[in-house]
Structure formats: structure tokens, C-alpha cells
């Protein structure tokens, strides 16, 4: 067992960056909500407190019991973790006059604290908190600050803990990563956590958890699932079988290029060809939530009916990520849109789950997928929703919008990796609408549909910038589509952000 540090969640934005950050330092972290510390873990070397919403002085913000940590971890308190070590130790927290938003400099440091090794006077901090510290309790000795705030950091005498008022996990915060390594270095951590000692622990331990059982897994084409298999081939070879199904929502040619992949890679996978039970059930249905049901249930029946020609199965792999983990047990989440895909199978058929990657982050996975010895263009591959272009078809869906939006997004992806665009953009597609405008082509008049074109830039998909692809891209784009496909006559840009809007259109 791996070493790790907890990250307490009082429910900030940012307690998954502060996870990352340390994850990249090569330590074990684990993000908990802020009143389930795992007591009796011989593995935690340090806990952090995250920051919060709330303020500390409102009556329903969040409140955890330290007693079981201070004194007994290093304790790392950032913004609300930090005031909320103040206030509980009989200090003062209070809404500032002069609140100090975003960028600040520390004007004072204490060069002798550990927190603050090689950190030097004028060092950029991100503050984001209308609440300061007003009366710091006895043993609290402030070791930074700036003009604005005099407790921007502090330690408490006697104990291995402290607080900082000002986010390092965030990249505004130039020496942020270095205060978070001096950390772990208080906490003696051996920053020995890599892809290669993830994937020797975890194959390991697989062996261990499943013996000679049998596993199913739902490929999909994307990273998470194809690193999952891989990750499970090697520790249990052909007591893994995978199925990957074809809905018919599929992009142009990936149901034959993925599985072909698949098979390279040596794995053992059943390819289902379920088109038409897919269309003919979809057919005339144009509400989206309805549409992801009907998706997801025709694709829980397929995988059922295949599993049930196999005997003696125990366990479903899947390929669930550490933010959907995180999701599940935030403390204050909402959900949008019903993004799993197969929630209900593992009841369903009575299986146990298996989910080898549910701690990692979308970008460890590739680095996994990478140390695997995976394809590039498998572990580079750009997120693709589980319903597929059902949710890029506004409206009903029939075999003849799937066939222009095939080749419309082949054209758009196949421009995107020519102009060597492909890897800096986190997820593009394009979109039917359900819409018909006039245009000319030689002299006839034309009525025919719109394509809207959607790249994004982000980091996990919770937030999503709309790219800034060049012009000439765009142009040639547009050419190539309205040219070559027959049935749209425009294509627009999506420069719209998440939030307000949503990567996917429905
Ligand atoms: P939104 O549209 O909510 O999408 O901004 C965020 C990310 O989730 C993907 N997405 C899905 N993935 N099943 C999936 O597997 C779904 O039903 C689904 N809906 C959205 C979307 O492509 C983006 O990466």
C-alpha cells in the first residue's frame, strides 16, 4: 500500500487541483469529504484542508473534528482549512475591509519556517476569500504576509501544522507547487508515486482480488475503458473478455478501427453490431434526456445478452475515473445531465465491480496508457460521449442524419490532426441542428441543414474554455464540409463557454 497524504474537502473549487498538484509531485493523495478521515489508515503522512464556499462564521459551514489529526499528521490548512484552525483555536475570523482578491505579493516571510524554504520576498499568491484573520490565537506565529494581510501564513507553535490564506495549488501562485513540496517533504514522503510503480501495485493487486474469476468489460474506444483492459489483461489475460458495441452513434469507421486496435493490443473482445435495434428504437424520439435513457438501456440489454452467452462471470469492469468518483461523494453537487452510461448494469446482473482506475485523473490515465506501451492515437484520443452523436443530433435521429454527421465530423477531425491542432484542443465534434436555411450552390437555390462546429479547451471537463481555432482552419473547414457533404449548406462556430453552456449540446 502506497503512502499517501488526505485532502480534507470543505467543498472548494479548488480541492481537486490541490489533489493533482500533489499527485504530480509523485505522492499518493486521496480527496475526502472533510468529516470521513480515514482513522485507522497507516498509509496517511499528512492531511491538507481544502477551502471552502462558505464562510466560517455561517451557521451551516462546514465543521470537522481535528482531534484525531492535529498533533498527530502534519496539517496543511489552505484558505478556509486555514481560518478554520484559526476559529476553532480561539481566534478571529472576520469579513475584511479590504478584501484581497486574486493577485497579491508576500511583503514579509519567515526564510527559517519549512513550509517556506526557498520561497523569496515579492512571491505571487492568489488570495480568493472575503473572510480574514483578525486576531490569530496565542501559539499561531504568522510567517508570511502581505500589505493587505497580515496572517497570510502562519504555524502553530509545538505542532507540525499550518495555514496559508492564499490558494498555492493554483497556478497564480508562482511558488505555490514548491510550498506544497515542502510539505511533503515535512511530511517525509517519499515521492516515489509513478505511473510504472501504479501500474506494477495495481496489477498486483488485481491478481490478488480476482484469483482465476472471470471479468466482462464495456469497451467504448475511449482511454479510460481501453486502459482499463489493458490494465486487466495484464494481471489476468484471457479471464477477461470485452464487449464493444455498436449503437450506430459510433463516428465514421470506429467501430472497425477501434476493435482492430483492441486486437493489436492482444485483448479478447467481442464486437457487437446493434444498429439497428438502436435506430428503430430511437426513431421519432427527440427529447434528449429521453434519448440518453433509451441509449443507455439498449446498451445495458446488448452487453446482458452477450454476458449471458458467457458462463460463469463474477465481476464487471469499468472504467470510472477519480472526478466521477469525487462527483459521487461531493458534498455539494449538482447533476446537469445523466452522464452514466451504464449505472445500472452492475445490480442488473448481479456482478461485483471492478474499477482499477477510479483514483487516477484523466491525465494520469494517459500517462498509464502511455507506460502500458498503448497507441498514441488510443491514449490521445479525445473524449466521446457514451450516447455518441445521439446527443450531437439535435432532435430525432435517423440513419441518414448519422450518415451526413459521420462524414461531416470525419472531415472536421481528419483537418484537425492535418493542421497538427488535434492535441492542443481537450475535446471537439461537430453537431447537426435541426435546422434548414437557404443558401446557393452554381445557380440552384439550396435548403438543406446546418453543422455547428464545437472545439474546447479544458482540464477535466468540469470547466471548458471554447478554442480559439485559427480562421484559415476554420475556413478550410467549412469549405470542405458545405463541399463535400452532401445535405449541409452551413456551417457555424460554437464559441460558447462552459459555464453557462455544456461541452455537449444536449
Ligand atoms: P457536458 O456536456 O456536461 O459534458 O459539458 C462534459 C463531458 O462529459 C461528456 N459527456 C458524456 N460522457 N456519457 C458520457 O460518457 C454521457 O452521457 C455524456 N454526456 C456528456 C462530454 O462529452 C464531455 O466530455
Same mark, same amino acid.
Given at each position: 500500500?502506497?503512502?499517501?497524504?488526505?485532502?480534507?474537502?470543505?467543498?472548494?473549487?479548488?480541492?481537486?487541483?490541490?489533489? !493533482?498538484?500533489?499527485?504530480?509531485?509523485? +505522492?499518493?493523495?486521496?480527496?475526502?469529504?472533510?468529516?470521513?478521515?480515514?482513522?485507522?489508515?497507516? =498509509?496517511?503522512?499528512?492531511?491538507?484542508?481544502?477551502?471552502?464556499?462558505?464562510?466560517?462564521?455561517d451557521?451551516?459551514?462546514?465543521?470537522?473534528?481535528?482531534?484525531?489529526?492535529?498533533?498527530?499528521?502534519?496539517?496543511?490548512?489552505?484558505?478556509?482549512?486555514?481560518?478554520?484552525?484559526?476559529? +476553532?483555536?480561539?481566534?478571529?475570523?472576520?469579513?475584511?475591509?479590504?478584501?484581497?482578491?486574486?493577485?497579491? %505579493?508576500? =511583503?514579509?516571510?519567515?526564510?527559517?519556517?519549512?513550509?517556506?524554504?526557498?520561497?523569496?520576498?515579492?512571491?505571487?499568491?492568489?488570495?480568493?476569500?472575503?473572510? +480574514?484573520?483578525?486576531?490569530?490565537?496565542? $501559539?499561531?506565529?504568522?510567517?508570511?504576509?502581505?500589505?493587505?494581510? !497580515?496572517?497570510?501564513?502562519?504555524?502553530?507553535?509545538?505542532?507540525?501544522?499550518?495555514?496559508?490564506? /492564499?490558494?498555492?495549488?493554483?497556478?497564480?501562485?508562482?511558488?505555490?507547487?514548491?510550498?506544497?513540496d515542502?510539505?511533503l %517533504?515535512?511530511?517525509?514522503?517519499?515521492?516515489?508515486w509513478?505511473?510504472?510503480?501504479?501500474?506494477?501495485?495495481?496489477?498486483?493487486?488485481?491478481?490478488?482480488?480476482?484469483?482465476?474469476?472471470?471479468?466482462?468489460?464495456?469497451?467504448?474506444?475511449?482511454?479510460?475503458?481501453?486502459?482499463?483492459?489493458?490494465?486487466?489483461?495484464?494481471?489476468i489475460?484471457?479471464?477477461?473478455?470485452?464487449? /464493444?458495441?455498436?449503437?450506430?452513434?459510433?463516428?465514421?469507421?470506429?467501430?472497425?478501427?477501434?476493435?482492430?486496435?483492441?486486437?493489436?493490443?492482444?485483448?479478447?473482445?467481442?464486437?457487437?453490431?446493434?444498429?439497428?435495434k438502436?435506430?428503430?428504437e430511437l426513431?421519432?424520439?427527440?427529447?434528449?434526456?429521453?434519448? !440518453?435513457?433509451?441509449?443507455?438501456?439498449?446498451?445495458?440489454?446488448? /452487453?446482458?445478452?452477450?454476458?449471458?452467452?458467457?458462463?460463469?462471470?463474477?465481476?464487471?469492469?469499468?472504467?470510472?475515473?477519480?472526478?466521477?468518483?469525487?462527483?459521487?461523494?461531493?458534498? =455539494?453537487?449538482?447533476?446537469?445531465?445523466? %452522464?452514466?452510461?451504464?449505472?445500472?448494469?452492475?445490480?442488473?446482473?448481479?456482478?461485483?465491480?471492478?474499477?482499477?482506475?477510479?483514483?487516477?485523473?484523466?491525465?494520469?490515465?494517459?500517462?498509464?496508457?502511455?507506460?502500458?506501451?498503448?497507441?498514441? %492515437?488510443?491514449?490521445?484520443?479525445?473524449?466521446?460521449?457514451?450516447?455518441?452523436?445521439?446527443?450531437?443530433?439535435?432532435?430525432?435521429?435517423?440513419?441518414?442524419?448519422?450518415?451526413?454527421?459521420?462524414?461531416?465530423?470525419?472531415?472536421?477531425?481528419?483537418?484537425?490532426?492535418?493542421?497538427?491542432?488535434?492535441?492542443?484542443?481537450w475535446?471537439?465534434?461537430?453537431?447537426?441542428?435541426?435546422?434548414? $436555411?437557404v443558401?446557393?450552390?452554381?445557380?440552384?437555390?439550396?435548403?438543406?441543414?446546418?453543422?455547428?462546429?464545437?472545439?474546447?479547451?479544458?482540464?477535466?471537463?468540469?470547466?471548458?474554455?471554447?478554442?480559439?481555432?485559427?480562421?484559415?482552419?476554420?475556413?478550410?473547414?467549412?469549405?470542405?464540409?458545405?463541399?463535400?457533404?452532401?445535405?449541409?449548406?452551413?456551417?457555424?462556430?460554437?464559441?460558447?463557454?462552459?459555464?453557462?453552456?455544456t461541452?455537449?449540446?444536449?
Amino acid at each position: 500500500m502506497h503512502e499517501k497524504i488526505i485532502i480534507l474537502d470543505f467543498g472548494s473549487q479548488t480541492t481537486q487541483l490541490i489533489g !493533482r498538484r500533489v499527485r504530480e509531485l509523485n +505522492t499518493y493523495c486521496e480527496i475526502v469529504p472533510f468529516n470521513k478521515f480515514p482513522l485507522d489508515d497507516p =498509509t496517511v503522512k499528512g492531511v491538507i484542508l481544502s477551502g471552502s464556499p462558505y464562510s466560517v462564521n455561517d451557521a451551516n459551514s462546514f465543521k470537522a473534528d481535528l482531534t484525531a489529526i492535529r498533533g498527530k499528521y502534519p496539517v496543511l490548512g489552505i484558505c478556509y482549512g486555514a481560518q478554520f484552525l484559526a476559529n +476553532t483555536s480561539g481566534g478571529k475570523v472576520e469579513s475584511a475591509d479590504s478584501r484581497e482578491y486574486g493577485r497579491a %505579493h508576500l =511583503t514579509y516571510i519567515n526564510n527559517d519556517d519549512k513550509l517556506l524554504q526557498g520561497i523569496d520576498c515579492g512571491s505571487q499568491v492568489w488570495m480568493s476569500h472575503g473572510d +480574514t484573520i483578525t486576531v490569530l490565537p496565542e $501559539s499561531f506565529r504568522i510567517i508570511a504576509s502581505t500589505d493587505d494581510v !497580515r496572517a497570510a501564513a502562519y504555524q502553530i507553535e509545538g505542532e507540525n501544522t499550518w495555514g496559508v490564506q /492564499f490558494h498555492p495549488e493554483v497556478f497564480h501562485s508562482t511558488d505555490g507547487t514548491l510550498i506544497l513540496d515542502n510539505f511533503l %517533504h515535512i511530511c517525509g514522503c517519499s515521492k516515489d508515486w509513478t505511473p510504472a510503480s501504479f501500474i506494477e501495485s495495481t496489477v498486483a493487486e488485481l491478481k490478488e482480488q480476482l484469483g482465476d474469476d472471470k471479468v466482462i468489460l464495456a469497451l467504448s474506444g475511449g482511454v479510460d475503458s481501453s486502459v482499463t483492459a489493458v490494465l486487466l489483461n495484464r494481471a489476468i489475460g484471457k479471464n477477461l473478455t470485452c464487449i /464493444f458495441v455498436d449503437h450506430g452513434l459510433l463516428r465514421k469507421n470506429e467501430f472497425e478501427n477501434v476493435l482492430k486496435d483492441y486486437e493489436h493490443l492482444g485483448l479478447n473482445v467481442i464486437g457487437v453490431d446493434a444498429k439497428k435495434k438502436f435506430y428503430s428504437e430511437l426513431a421519432g424520439i427527440t427529447d434528449p434526456e429521453t434519448k !440518453r435513457k433509451i441509449i443507455g438501456k439498449g446498451f445495458i440489454d446488448v /452487453f446482458d445478452e452477450e454476458a449471458h452467452k458467457l458462463k460463469d462471470i463474477k465481476w464487471l469492469g469499468q472504467g470510472t475515473i477519480y472526478p466521477d468518483v469525487i462527483e459521487s461523494l461531493s458534498i =455539494t453537487g449538482t447533476v446537469i445531465k445523466s %452522464h452514466h452510461n451504464v449505472g445500472g448494469l452492475p445490480e442488473k446482473m448481479n456482478l461485483k465491480l471492478v474499477e482499477p482506475l477510479r483514483l487516477l485523473f484523466k491525465d494520469e490515465v494517459r500517462r498509464v496508457g502511455n507506460e502500458l506501451g498503448m497507441m498514441p %492515437h488510443l491514449i490521445k484520443r479525445h473524449p466521446f460521449p457514451g450516447p455518441g452523436l445521439g446527443i450531437r443530433i439535435l432532435g430525432d435521429i435517423t440513419p441518414e442524419k448519422v450518415r451526413v454527421l459521420q462524414e461531416a465530423d470525419d472531415i472536421y477531425m481528419s483537418l484537425m490532426r492535418e493542421w497538427g491542432l488535434y492535441d492542443k484542443i481537450w475535446q471537439a465534434g461537430a453537431i447537426l441542428l435541426p435546422i434548414r $436555411s437557404v443558401g446557393v450552390m452554381g445557380d440552384e437555390r439550396t435548403y438543406e441543414n446546418t453543422i455547428a462546429l464545437r472545439a474546447v479547451t479544458s482540464t477535466d471537463a468540469m470547466t471548458a474554455d471554447w478554442a480559439q481555432l485559427p480562421y484559415d482552419f476554420l475556413a478550410k473547414v467549412s469549405n470542405e464540409i458545405i463541399n463535400k457533404v452532401k445535405g449541409v449548406n452551413r456551417v457555424v462556430y460554437d464559441i460558447s463557454s462552459k459555464p453557462p453552456a455544456t461541452i455537449e449540446w444536449e
